[in-house]
């Protein structure tokens, strides 16, 4: 089985995929990692020298082939990959897609202790840029991650609460 963690950044999907991935033995994908690799350059990068519109071409492209290659995996997306093409029908007719509705007020305190310049979208925001970027994105994205099959909607998103959810 595909198992799609989707949600803003922040909200843990390489922190618990990775978690669940071992557990289950299955194969540990992360979806930005895996677009490095394979251009071997940052995200960072990508949107400097191309801008957003190229990385959600090469996103849509990696994920088409996950999908292709892989029967059994757990896969963090990107925090914005619901969002564009018709990715998120393509993860529901794939495998299990499971939002992880983590608050703007959680997430802007995760990622307040993390290094914002790995992620182009956020870095240089000062605290309360980063708290109503984080509010109006979540409210634009929402309509695309409710499409999930399943959603884990309150804290404190672990594991446990993760596999009762699945159809395992
Ligand atoms: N359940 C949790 N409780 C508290 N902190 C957490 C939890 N899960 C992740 N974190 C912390 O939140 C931060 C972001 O987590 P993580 O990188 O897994 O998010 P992500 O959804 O993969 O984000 P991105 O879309 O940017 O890759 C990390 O610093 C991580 O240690
Ligand atoms: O939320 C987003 O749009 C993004 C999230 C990250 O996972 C990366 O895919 C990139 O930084 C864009
Ligand atoms: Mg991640």
């Not at 394979?38 to 960072?44: F, G």
């Not at 992620?119 to 509010?135: D, H, N, V």
């Amino acid at each position: 089985m595909l198992i799609f963690l989707l949600g803003m950044m922040g909200s843990g999907k390489t922190t618990l995929g990775k978690e669940l991935a071992e557990k289950l033995g299955y194969t540990f994908l992360d979806l930005d990692a895996v677009i490095e690799q394979k251009e071997n350059r940052t995200i960072a990068e990508i949107f400097a020298a191309e801008g957003q519109e190229r990385f959600r071409a090469l996103e849509r492209e990696t994920l088409q082939t996950i999908v292709t290659n892989y029967k059994q995996a757990i896969v963090a997306t990107g925090g914005g990959t619901p969002c564009f093409f018709d990715n998120m029908a393509l993860m529901n007719t794939s495998g299990e897609t499971v939002f992880l509705d983590v608050s703007v007020k959680d997430i802007a305190q995760r990622l307040s202790q993390s290094d914002l310049s790995t992620r182009p979208l956020l870095a240089g925001k000062t605290q309360s840029e980063l708290i109503s970027f984080l509010g109006k994105t979540l409210s634009e994205r929402r309509r695309f991650y409710e499409q999930a099959r399943h959603i884990v909607a309150s804290p404190p998103y672990t594991i446990n609460a993760l596999l009762a959810l699945l159809p395992l």
